[in-house]
């Protein structure tokens, strides 16, 4: 992945998750979670987690319509797939599901998935302002170009491709 295209990615998921509220949708998980497990029986935790597991699968929904497979196959490659999987939301509500009578074990992996994705997202903030003050910009296809790469293996020229010619 060139510099360039990995500064598009980045970028990318930078806007995503903010025009979508992902994190912010799980973190109210989190939180009506928390809650929940301090006062089960308060009808407004469970009316707020109902709320907060409602705007996280539309989030997740339409993350799964923007993101393509190029795209994810890049997210991939950064070991970021697990944070912008497609069943993402499916993941977080059984959780929810199978410890309806303690909140505090859905609670403690949706904290763990929160935590672990803002870290995920700070780096990939970092990242992108770091190649951008290194003035790494997304390069941008003109209409009727296309842009491809090959990966041609080393150990089929030994690792002297274009360095000397045999004889």
Do not use: C, W
């Not at 539309?58 to 997210?75: G, H, N, R, Y």
């Not at 944070?83 to 410890?99: A, G, H, I, R, Y």
């Amino acid at each position: 992945m060139t510099s360039e295209k990995l500064y598009g990615i980045l970028k990318f998921l930078d806007t995503l998750d903010s025009k979508l509220g992902l994190q912010s949708s799980l973190e109210a998980i989190d939180a009506a979670l928390t809650n929940l497990a301090s006062a089960p029986s308060q009808p407004q935790h469970q009316n707020s987690l109902a709320a907060a597991l409602t705007s996280f699968e539309s989030a997740v929904s339409q993350m799964k319509k923007a993101i393509s497979p190029s795209q994810l196959a890049a997210i991939k490659a950064m070991d970021g797939e697990e944070f912008f999987d497609p069943t993402l939301f499916e993941k977080v509500k059984n959780s929810v599901q199978m410890n309806a009578m303690t909140p505090a074990v859905a609670r403690d992996f949706v904290q763990d998935l929160a935590t672990r994705r803002a870290n995920f997202l700070t780096t990939v903030r970092d990242a992108s302002r770091t190649l951008g003050a290194l003035n790494v910009q997304e390069s941008a296809l003109q209409a009727g170009s296309a842009d491809i790469a090959f990966l041609i293996p080393r150990d089929i020229f030994e690792n002297q491709l274009g360095l000397s010619r045999r004889n």
